[in-house]
C-alpha cells in the first residue's frame, strides 16, 4: 500500500467534499430524519459520495455514518472512517459549527486523520509520527501543537448536546476552569489541537466511531491525549461502532484530573 497515495488522494477528496458541503450551507437543502431521530441533510450524502469516488481506487475498506456496514471490514487491514458531515444538528441550526472528518486506521489504529472546517475554510491532518498541520484557505499550512496549561483551563463542550455529568464534572473543578467555550463536533478537536482550549469531555455513549477517530490523531500528534472516560485509548474497525465510554481530550495528561 503507497500511502503517500492514499494520503493526497484523502487530502483531495476532502477539499472537494468541504466545497460542497460549504457551498449546500448557503441555500435551501433538504433534511430527512433517521430512525434515531436524528437529521441527515442532502449535504451529508453529497459529501459521502464525492470522499467515496475520491477512493473507490483503493482495495480499502469503508466505514461511513452514511452507509450501510459490512462486517467484512472486520477482517481488513486497513479501513477508511468517514463521517461526510460531522455535526449535522449545527448544520441544519447554520451556526457554522460543522466539519467532515476522514480518517485511515491499520490494523485497529488510525494512521491518517483529516478534519475540515468548511465555514472557516480550515483543514487539519495528521499522519502518526509526524504531527499535525493546519491549512488555511490559501494554501499556507503551519504545524500545531497543544498549549501547556495546566490552569486557567479553557473547556470545550458540544453545542447541542452539552449534559448534566459534564456540567458537573467541570462544576468540580472549577477552580481550575478559566472558561467553558461551546463548539460543534470536530472543530473542538482542531482548537485543542492549535492550544486554544485545553480539555473536552463527553460522558456520551452515542457518539461511534466516525465521530472521534480523525478527531483522535489530530489530537495526539500535536501532543495531546485522547481516551475513553476510563482513561483507555481507541481501538477503531470494531464490530460495535459506538463508543460506550464516551470520550475525554486534553492538551497533556496531568488535566485528565478532570474526570478521573
Not at 4 to 22: G, H
Not at 197 to 219: F, H, M, N, Q, S
Request: glycine share 6%; proline share 3%; net charge negative.
Amino acid at each position: 500500500m503507497n500511502l503517500d497515495q492514499v494520503f493526497l488522494a484523502m487530502l483531495t477528496a476532502l477539499q472537494k467534499a468541504s466545497r460542497k458541503v460549504f457551498e449546500i450551507s448557503k441555500r435551501s437543502f433538504t433534511i430527512e430524519i433517521k430512525e434515531d431521530q436524528s437529521p441527515v441533510t442532502e449535504a451529508d450524502f453529497a459529501s459521502n459520495q464525492i470522499i467515496k469516488n475520491e477512493l473507490k481506487c483503493f482495495p480499502i475498506a469503508w466505514l461511513s455514518e452514511e452507509d450501510s456496514d459490512s462486517l467484512s471490514r472486520l477482517e481488513e487491514e486497513y479501513v477508511f472512517v468517514v463521517d461526510p458531515l460531522d455535526g449535522t444538528e449545527d448544520f441544519v441550526k447554520r451556526d457554522g459549527s460543522y466539519g467532515i472528518n476522514l480518517a485511515l486506521v491499520k490494523d485497529h489504529r488510525v494512521i491518517i486523520g483529516m478534519v475540515a472546517c468548511p465555514e472557516r475554510n480550515l483543514l487539519c491532518y495528521a499522519r502518526e509520527n509526524q504531527g499535525t498541520i493546519l491549512r488555511y484557505g490559501d494554501g499556507r499550512e503551519e504545524r500545531i501543537h497543544v498549549s501547556t496549561r495546566k490552569d486557567h483551563l479553557r473547556a470545550f463542550v458540544s453545542k447541542t448536546h452539552f449534559d448534566q455529568r459534564e456540567e458537573e464534572a467541570l462544576n468540580r473543578h472549577k477552580d481550575l476552569i478559566e472558561e467553558v467555550i461551546p463548539l460543534g463536533a470536530c472543530n473542538k478537536a482542531l482548537e485543542l489541537a492549535r492550544g486554544n482550549g485545553e480539555i473536552c469531555l463527553r460522558y456520551t455513549d452515542k457518539t461511534k466511531e466516525w465521530d472521534v477517530c480523525a478527531p483522535d490523531l489530530i489530537v495526539r500528534e500535536a501532543g495531546g491525549i485522547f481516551v475513553d472516560t476510563l482513561g483507555k485509548p481507541f481501538v477503531y474497525n470494531r464490530k460495535d461502532v459506538y463508543n460506550r465510554n464516551g470520550y475525554f481530550m486534553a492538551n497533556c495528561v496531568e488535566n485528565e484530573r478532570i474526570f478521573l
